[in-house]
């Protein structure tokens, strides 16, 4: 398979990017219902799979996007330069986001990591090994990677929340500018942290993995690696927990099986069934819907308006009869409704931001 952009890949991330506006803009966060949260600390929710999945598609589309330049002899150095040129605006983009919002809603302390920043460095790693090294060695990386993070975990005595190696790393080398602080122990933990980016390349990783596969025509490879990795997070689990805040190799293979299974059944619906690809519109435009709705939440927060929009269209006339927590979600969906508006509106005039 030859093709460069396959429209279930397209669709697979915009329905990614859409449950990222849906769990991340509730009306109220004190009444989410239990899917649309991260679990607490160990386990993992539906929102627990939206970043690996995320992240997976990024890989996916550098197999798509690379791999037929590089058979086709394309200049290495020169796709190098692409990528890490690419990158780099990605966590420029995600260091601008970060301050729009010390800004506009201020805080103690600005925070260097973030998701776009993650994004930027994932796609370095992984566009570059995906250039420069086969795949057995590619491979070989991911399991390098996998093992060096457990066995760092795993030094630190301890995987629970402030005492983990990640948590007291960020805190030795970033501390006050993470996205939590502890006020007892004063230490910190980023959930997009140094040590927890470890693992999350080898998530993109897997993503080339399976794009290769899937330029190949080889779907059940893919579902035969995926209930593989979902098997082996599970017995992983055991005696490392999945854990998204810390990225564990356990979360890495959990998550990366159902992401396999997802591109699997989206290529077969979407591109050899002819499924409409919903969401195909967020994917191509995923980058401005992400950045445009932040930057939105940010300006009608600092004016005032969006506890007003909250309470007087949705709260206000919802809660009595509903409850607390339906209007709460239906806040949500009409976030993502406005927005997928706009791409919709962008993709239909082929206006297309490229980072």
Request: proline letters at 5%; charged letters at 10%.
């Amino acid at each position: 398979m030859a093709a460069a952009r396959l429209a279930s890949v397209d669709a697979m991330r915009g329905i990614t990017v859409a449950g990222m506006l849906l769990v991340n803009n509730p009306g109220d966060w004190s009444h989410v219902y239990a899917p649309l949260r991260h679990a607490d600390w160990h386990g993992c929710t539906p929102t627990d799979l939206i970043f690996p999945f995320f992240l997976f598609v990024v890989g996916v589309s550098i197999a798509l996007t690379l791999g037929p330049r590089i058979e086709g002899g394309g200049d290495r150095a020169a796709l190098s330069r692409g990528v890490l040129v690419r990158a780099a605006r990605l966590v420029a983009l995600g260091l601008g986001l970060h301050l729009a919002a010390w800004w506009l809603l201020g805080g103690e302390h600005y925070r260097p990591w973030g998701v776009l920043q993650r994004i930027g460095l994932c796609f370095a790693a992984a566009g570059l090994l995906a250039i420069h090294v086969r795949a057995v060695g590619q491979w070989i990386v991911v399991a390098a990677l996998l093992g060096a993070a457990w066995a760092l975990l795993a030094a630190g005595g301890s995987y629970e929340p402030w005492e983990n190696v990640a948590s007291r790393l960020d805190t030795a080398l970033f501390a006050p500018w993470l996205y939590q602080i502890d006020p007892v122990t004063g230490r910190g933990h980023d959930p997009e942290g140094l040590l927890s980016t470890l693992p999350a390349i080898a998530t993109t990783l897997l993503g080339v993995r399976a794009g290769e596969t899937l330029r190949r025509g080889r779907v059940g490879a893919i579902v035969a690696g995926a209930l593989i990795a979902l098997a082996l997070g599970a017995a992983w689990s055991l005696v490392l927990p999945i854990n998204k805040a810390l990225w564990t190799p356990s979360y890495v293979a959990w998550t990366a099986g159902w992401a396999g299974l997802a591109l699997a059944a989206t290529h077969a619906l979407v591109d050899r069934l002819g499924v409409p690809a919903w969401g195909r519109a967020f994917g191509v435009n995923a980058i401005a819907a992400y950045v445009g709705s932040a930057l939105m939440v940010y300006v009608l927060a600092a004016a005032g308006l969006w506890s007003v929009l909250y309470e007087t269209g949705f709260a206000g006339w919802m809660t009595p009869r509903f409850g607390p927590t339906l209007p709460s979600l239906a806040f949500a969906l009409a976030f993502v409704a406005f927005w997928w508006g706009v791409v919709h509106i962008m993709d239909r005039r082929g206006w297309q931001l490229r980072v």
